[in-house]
């Protein structure tokens, strides 16, 4: 159930609206667009005659939502969210990079890649201190002391950072470091972890799983929205198929997939989208030309040494001449990069 | 690598060729077998000279595994694990079933099903209390309330329990009340969980993702395995492919594959691995005729009024000749049932 | 839109359905059965009003049927199809084998696998003499020659044979020698083909498409169907997944939903359906227990020496253990083998 | 097995290379590129010693290929290939876009969607005659008159013309009509209809199978190329997987891999790959921006009246802003259009 308010409306207005609707059982989000106040009902069932609410004070319209997910609905934010980190903003009208080694691996090489990042003009520093390794044998990760270093290298560079968490009980030790929750493709159904990064203020991307459909991927951000926090973007990062020249099938059309049924931002991954470092290249092109918010891609001062995910990752000087291709791929297409 | 002792060996020549793992950096894993006592040592790496270990006292054999899981190897038990839970044997030569409703949704509905299960000669009793749901508003599951009137009822029947256990948090719990814990396919590669489910010892049972590859299925039982949790066994319960008739696509094969690369139980699920009601008795009848240890199916007294997975459960007459006509197919492969 | 007649309906009223339809721009396809005549009308519309055919004389009932297939739906049939090849009923009580090497390759050779398949208690021999192959490069089959010595091997030991048709043009070589013609996988949706064989009088087995789904397999039957041939059987021969543990991935849970939407006969392939040697005789198992009318596998004098497939052919000893264990599992369920 | 001359190497020289590898059991295949002849030679073993060659006179170096594939590699053409047609340059550094309506349906929209093509500036008329239909039962395509009426109109407005050839029986009417014969995904694997395209002259755009992976499509060139006929390009319409928010996944990362492999032509076609006609242009542009030499898309004077693929199809005006947006696009990456 959404309530659309008139432009006009009054708090009082608005508040009788709400009131109405939790006294029929719905959960109420509301968001305040630059026009509109929306209301959105959330409820056991969506079987309420909408007349009801069409007949009040301030109303503009109201529509009965039938698909599974409502917080994340376009209709929700049709004006599109964009979500405010620091002094970026991911969803406007500027193209956002985050980029970094997979893993924290040492200080010597965080700093390095942090200085290669800011140079290369993005804005936000990705690495993973805690890894999820498909064996239980290979490296895991520096665990907080791989955030507090990239914590102090991203500050010296200007830089924002993300970094993922993979269990409820780490949200702790992320919320202190970390600019940006990353949670990644095994977890998107781990619905325990969602629900507490919902409770949570500080900004979410939630990558897609490799056999996660588009309305599941949105369901997942469903379940950060319902707890209250509205602060979320999306991550194409590949799909499972039968092809097996690239390591994942990225599925670029997810990007304006998403974009017509969400309001949410959506960031291309195409290094774990193709796990092959000679396609990163041509596929940021075609996630910025396919219209993503941002990217995040995988550089390391000496890819062949990295302990983690080397084979997808850029040196220095493929990231700088992908930033620049970028840049000019995203002005073609009327967009500041 | 693993290391087979003797017939004959002494206590004290495999603890001289533990004590020598040891000091080499292994982590050793220890399995008795009939005949041959099994040393697997697990390390960062695996090219140390095995003629070292060859040469020593009471030692038979000696093997690099190539393979990234090592535990759950057939190599590691190449007789075959038995996961023993009360006076119930799975992976022995009796077929083991495992049947009840999707949810705990009432203590009618609970007792109701069990005394069908029992009627039916299942040995356990499945059925959830805390449910992974796609949609954030769907029903989440009963919660302790649930797994107490399980257990209950349970009890009143004889038979043993199995029940989902989603993130580490919920473990004691879990394992208060139910007799075998299930890790479901949405966290087959929550690697927190297994870890932690690594460190007690009841039978874990591990379902297969839907888009994870057999090899990454034995994987997520190392993680299990390697904290000293050898009860495990696994599931196949359906992958996802462009196959719309049913909704997932039950790998058979991927039955008598683990089978073969593993020695642990390989459990059916006809109900998730087709999403229809209709299809589980042929897919049961399938999975035992392929070699599978035990079939986990969803039955309810009432399917059409179930909270939760419906047009997948069985009512109580179709579980009743699916019982009758996998028992006939387990014995024409000269299986007890 | 399908009309079934009374059980005593006369022939003239039958006549006069038939005319009804065709003057509304309805082809008419008959089917006898024990108890009733149904007659198929296909159109380029399906919104007659029925209720014009349900008042004349001698009608049962009448359906507009919304699958979008027709003849090969089962309905049109409820009783099933029986394709009658020399003393070979396909889809009737008996399980149906068909064995030999995937390509003929020589007089000695396929004369020692009709042995082995005739010893075996199999009825009909397979064998390719075109040859579909992914590279140009690749060995592509003996052409009429081997047709010609196949022939003579069957004959000689009392066997039937299947071959494959590969293109329209070598539909008059496969009449002359071959007893069923096979439309392989890749051809499934190679329309021109399928046209052709729907004007021959040969019963026609198609091999599901590596991509198709169970509709678009009917679809394909559909084809050879609407040009009058109804002698058609299907096959399950594996799907295209992510898995890479089986060269495919064998779909069992096609054979029942094939029978339950179609009259047709389904027959399972375990040798492409998995290509592995080791897991045709589990599979073999699995697609009769879930309802196969029938098998057809690979089965070599000397696989390590076979042209084509070997890695998935059977030796002489494991199809006789197969043959064996599939009886059981087939007289376990009911069927006669 | 592929010889590459040296610049200066004399005709004599070339002949006495050539020679030796017939002698050798090669069928010999000759690329003269700017700088060096190189040869490549197929035969039914790659093991012969290299050093035999490269001490040949005017030999520069040797290299046995171990692609399965061999004249579609890029080793063959290390330059790439442009397809000349008309004027039109298919693989050059201009855009070359092909457009028009899934079928060829009348006089008047085959000459209305020409004007609509010529105008937005794309250079080639795209419709089907033949039409690949799932169901025996839909609008099956004109056939010859439509041949003839889209030449006409192609004519008229100064374009060149691609259209579909289903079977090898339709070639002579294709190659009297059409520039450019379309091999569709059905037939990537049809064999005998890829052989036979080789014996002609024209160019052949092979389209990729909905589950074909990038090395058999490059193995269906080589069916082609190893006939005689090198004017072969590519195209990528989507792929099968589970994602149902588009009709196929779009493999977007094909265009670079097939463009890293191979020397041939790599068109896109977001109609196809999506499925949705609001999601052409962003795939469009997308398609451009990771490589691609040509875009494909389906275009119709009134989409919603189509006879086929209405859902995917642009409307004029969709039409003219996708041709803008690729323009731009294809000049930020420094290519014509």
């Not at 959506?266 to 796990?275: C, K, L």
Request: glycine share 10%.
């Amino acid at each position: 159930m959404l309530v659309v308010m008139q432009q006009d409306a009054t708090e009082a207005q608005i508040r009788a609206v709400i009131d109405r609707l939790v006294d029929l059982g719905f959960t109420v989000h509301r968001s305040t667009g630059v026009l509109h106040t929306v209301l959105g009902g959330v409820g056991p069932v969506d079987d309420i005659d909408i007349a009801v609410f069409e007949a009040m004070a301030g109303v503009k319209e109201c529509h009965r939502i039938v698909s599974p997910y409502k917080l994340a609905s376009r209709f929700f934010r049709p004006q599109g969210t964009i979500v405010k980190v620091g002094n970026v903003e991911i969803g406007g009208p500027k193209l956002v990079v985050m980029a970094g080694p997979c893993s924290v691996e040492s200080e010597e090489q965080i700093e390095e890649a942090a200085r290669i990042v800011a140079e290369g003009g993005a804005q936000i520093l990705r690495g993973g201190a805690f890894k999820p390794r498909t064996s239980p044998y290979s490296f895991q990760g520096m665990g907080e002391e791989g955030l507090k270093i990239m914590r102090a290298a991203a500050d010296r560079h200007g830089l924002l950072m993300i970094s993922e968490v993979m269990d409820a009980s780490q949200l702790p030790l992320l919320l202190k470091y970390s600019d940006i929750l990353q949670i990644g493709a095994r977890n998107m159904q781990n619905f325990n972890l969602l629900r507490e990064a919902g409770k949570v203020s500080k900004p979410v991307m939630i990558k897609r799983g490799i056999a996660a459909t588009v309305e599941e991927l949105l369901l997942a951000a469903e379940y950060v929205m319902s707890e209250g926090n509205y602060n979320v973007m999306l991550c194409e990062r590949g799909i499972r198929t039968f092809e097996t020249a690239t390591r994942n099938t990225m599925d670029v059309s997810a990007i304006p997939v998403v974009k017509k049924l969400s309001h949410l931002p959506m960031i291309g991954d195409p290094s774990h989208g193709t796990g092959r470092r000679d396609m990163v290249l041509p596929m940021a092109r075609a996630a910025v030309a396919a219209g993503a918010d941002g990217l995040i891609v995988e550089v390391h001062p000496d890819p062949d040494r990295a302990l983690s995910d080397g084979a997808q990752t850029l040196n220095p000087g493929q990231f700088a001449e992908m930033m620049a291709q970028v840049r000019a791929v995203a002005a073609a297409i009327g967009r500041a990069a």
